[in-house]
Structure formats: C-alpha cells, structure tokens
C-alpha cells in the first residue's frame, strides 16, 4: 500500500472497490437478498391472507376440494423439493470449498428436481382440468357432490377454492420456473470456474431464492391438500 | 456471512429430519385429532421451515445482526397482515350475520 492519495489497493478482481473486505461485500448482498425475500414474504402473505379467510368462511368447500387433490403426488412432490434444498445447500458448502466439479454437478442435480416437480405439478393440473376443476365457466363441482354427500358444498364457494388453489400454485411454479432459470445461468459459471472460495456470493444469493420457495411449498402442502382428510362419519 | 462451512453430516441430517416430518405430516392428517389437526399440520410446518432457515440457509450462523432483524421483522409484518385482517373479518359477522 502506498501512501499516495490515488492508491491502488491490492486486492482480487472479485471484491468491489467500494468495499473494504470480502467479507463485508458478501454480508452486503446476503443482507441485500434478505430484504427481497422480506417483500416476497409479503407477496405471498396477501395470498395466504385471502386463503384465511375464505377457509374460515367456506370450510366445507375447502376441505371437499382438499380432499380432491392427490395427496400422493403432493408428498412426493414436497419429497422433490426438500432433496433440492439438500443439494443447493450441497452445492453452496462445494463453492465454499472449491470443488468445481462437485458445485456443477449439484447444481444440474438441483435443476433435475426442479423439472421434476414442474412435471409432477403438471400432472396434477391435468387431471383438475379433466375433472372440470379449473374456475371458469366450464367449472364444475358435481363429482364432488356426488363424492362427498355429507358435506354441503356450494359450486361458486367451490370455485373459490380452487381459484386460490392455481393462483397460489402458479406463483409457486413461476418462482420455481425463473430458480431453475437462475440455477442454470449458475451452473454455466460455475462449468467456467468463475466461482472460487474467495467469490461465491452469486451462488449463496441463489440458493437463498430456492431455499425460499421451498419455504413456500413446505406451507402451501399442509394449507391445500390436508385441510381435512379425517375419515368422514 | 457463511465463512462457516457446516459439515456434510449436518445437511444429510437435516434433510433426514426434514423428510421424515413430511411423511408424519402426510399420515396424521389421516388421523381424527378433532381441531389439532390444522394445529400439529402447521407446527410441523414451521419446525421445517425453522430448519430450513437456521441451517440450509445459514441463519444460525450468520454473523450479521442486521441479517436476522430483516428477517425477524419480515416474519413480524407478515403477522400482522394475518392478524389484523383476520380479527377483521372473523367479527364482521357478529352484527350483521
């Protein structure tokens, strides 16, 4: 370090001159990811706040439309997506400690899963649009009046269900769609060595944001499908 | 913030946790507990997200304070758009049925 006012600093080329240390740039963008996640919190919170609500008034619609849903796949869908959680987290400790290979390698893992419970997820809105489950004016709830003769069910409460049920899955996906787009433009990066124990900040940044929509998932299971499995008397 | 790297055998635990309490979740909701039902489905809930947060996600070993007050008051607004919305609407019926 010289004593001259146009010092050049010595550091690598992954610390920012604005910085001091790497160390404080990596607790920057961490703390930076946060605050994003904070107003995702509050964006899907107005969904889970309207889901209250409507479930404290119809309950009976929501728990026959829970009832349709596939808790099979449900499960294994959650499954998917807590392995995912496991290899991102993996793949952070990898870039910590500079194994390449293993970093790419648990990042394509985690795309793998990603597309798998896309698919899975798929499936299941299939079959609700076979069962004239999606609101529209096709919707329909008369399998389920059949289905479920103990519980009075009201078609256009019944649609509210599930008009809450796509539109909060849906978020749900897109946020799983654009992590699986993240985690591709990582796994380039991570193929062409950019990532080293001194610079994995986009890496951590990136499993924040997935870790985070399982968070998401890990709520929306219980919320949508186990809402009443009890055995009807 | 994540200078501390966790060991492999804490992930795999974690995620053992994690998967055994999904399964549990899947089973019980099967079961009659009468009002708990919706109780015990969001108290495992939360214990798996609390996993998630602390450890896949670092929390617990972050050094940044600032880090874990955004998240504590995040968490915090969130309940009181729950709340404040629900003690709305659960006694709006009282007076006008």
């Known amino acids: ?233 | 913030m994540s200078e501390h790297i966790m060991s492999s055998k804490l992930y795999y635990g974690i995620w053992i946790t994690l998967m055994i309490l999904t399964v549990v979740t899947a089973r019980v909701a099967f079961i009659d507990l009468g009002p708990f039902n919706t109780v015990v489905a969001l108290v495992i809930a939360t214990c798996k997200a609390l996993l998630v947060i602390l450890f896949f996600m670092h929390v617990k070993y972050a050094s940044e304070k600032l880090t874990k007050m955004v998240i504590i008051s995040s968490i915090f607004w969130l309940l009181i758009l729950l709340f404040l919305s629900l003690t709305d609407y659960s006694t709006r019926a009282l007076g006008h049925g």
Request: aromatic share 16%; with cysteine; charged share 15%.
């Open chain 1, 1 to 233: 370090m010289s004593d001259s006012p146009i010092a050049v600093e010595e550091h690598g080329p992954e610390l920012r001159h604005h910085f001091e240390t790497v160390e404080q740039q990596r607790n920057a963008a961490s703390l930076g990811m946060w605050l994003f996640l904070g107003t995702e919190i509050m964006f899907f919170g107005g969904m889970f706040c309207a889901y209250l609500i409507y479930r404290m008034n119809y309950f009976n619609e929501f728990a026959a439309g829970s009832r349709s849903l596939d808790v099979w796949l449900g499960t294994i869908n959650t499954m998917v997506l807590i392995c995912s959680s496991l290899t991102v987290a993996l793949g952070v400790r990898a870039a910590q400690m500079g194994k390449r290979t293993l970093l790419v390698i648990l990042l394509l893992t985690t795309i793998i899963f990603g597309f798998a419970f896309l698919g899975i997820k798929g499936i299941e809105w299939y079959d609700k649009y076979k069962e004239h489950h999606i609101p529209g004016t096709s919707f329909s709830a008369d399998d389920l009046v059949r289905d479920y003769p103990q519980i009075h069910i009201d078609q256009s409460h019944e649609q509210l269900y599930f008009s809450l049920y796509f539109a909060m899955t849906g978020l749900h996906a897109l946020h799983m769609v654009i992590g699986v787009g993240i985690f591709a433009f990582l796994t380039f990066h991570a193929w062409k060595g950019r990532y080293t124990p001194n610079y994995y900040t986009p890496v951590e940044i990136g499993g924040l944001y997935w870790h985070f929509v399982d968070i998401v998932w890990i709520y929306l299971f219980p919320l949508l499908y186990l809402i009443d499995r009890r055995p009807l008397g």
